[in-house]
């Protein structure tokens, strides 16, 4: 079993910045990623990275914007976004799977097995 308790949302101002964490407790995921459910929206994925920690894979509307960092001794995933705008309101989950080699990873909601209980990120005008 794994647990993942995300932390770090909050009000932001456009333009802003935020950083996100996700601490996993339990037997430590391979890869860990983050989705973000908007109102009146389906749940989307943004971002992903291996147990590795030297492979990741982002959304293509987020890439310029966020980085995913993994530290395998503290068992934390952060999720560092920069010049947020009002449509990257949502709610972000921090979601882990073990399948595969510390290399893998996937951007398919499917492949995650476990979720946090998520953290609300709201960017006014």
């Known amino acids: 079993q794994v647990q993942l308790v995300e932390s770090g949302g909050g009000l932001v101002q456009a333009g802003g910045s935020l950083r996100l964490s996700c601490a996993a407790s339990?037997?430590?995921?391979?890869?860990i990623g983050w989705f973000r459910h908007a109102p009146g929206e389906e749940r989307e994925f943004v971002a992903v990275?291996?147990?590795?920690?030297?492979?990741?894979y982002y959304v293509a509307s987020v890439k310029e914007r966020l980085t995913i960092i993994r530290d395998n001794a503290k068992n934390t995933v952060a999720l560092a976004m920069s010049s947020l705008q009002p449509e990257d309101t949502a709610v972000y989950y921090c979601?882990?799977?073990?399948?595969?080699?510390?290399?893998?990873?996937?951007?398919?909601?499917?492949?995650?097995?476990?979720w946090g209980h998520g953290t609300q990120v709201t960017v006014s005008s």
């Open positions: 979601a882990a799977g073990h399948q595969g080699s510390i290399y893998y990873l996937s951007p398919r909601e499917d492949e995650y097995r476990f």
């Open positions: 339990g037997r430590f995921p391979n890869f």
């Open positions: 990275i291996s147990r590795s920690g030297n492979n990741n």
